[in-house]
């Protein structure tokens, strides 16, 4: 299974996630660069974010990416 996924958020900006572990995963802005006709496309990423699951209602995201925080890291099993 994929351990990161790219999100968008409801208002038009995509987030890299990634599974951490149990508790957390990293969410990273990304920021994308349209080059014109001689140019290439940029892609760059935000500082990550280490966010807790049992914290993420204070992060400063749309609730659609909440959401889609809380569904991708459900579909890991918890370690036994």
Do not use: C
Not at 12 to 36: F, N, S, W
Not at 48 to 61: A, E, H, Q, T
Not at 63 to 68: F, G, V
């Amino acid at each position: 299974m994929e351990r990161e996924i790219l999100v968008e958020d409801g208002i038009g900006g995509e987030h890299m996630i990634k599974y951490l572990d149990e508790e957390r995963v990293i969410v990273q802005k990304v920021q994308r660069y349209i080059g014109g006709d001689d140019t290439e496309d940029y892609v760059s990423f935000g500082m990550p974010g280490k966010v807790r699951l049992s914290d993420v209602n204070s992060w400063p995201f749309t609730e659609e990416l909440k959401s889609q925080i809380s569904e991708f890291h459900a579909q890991f099993p918890a370690a036994e």
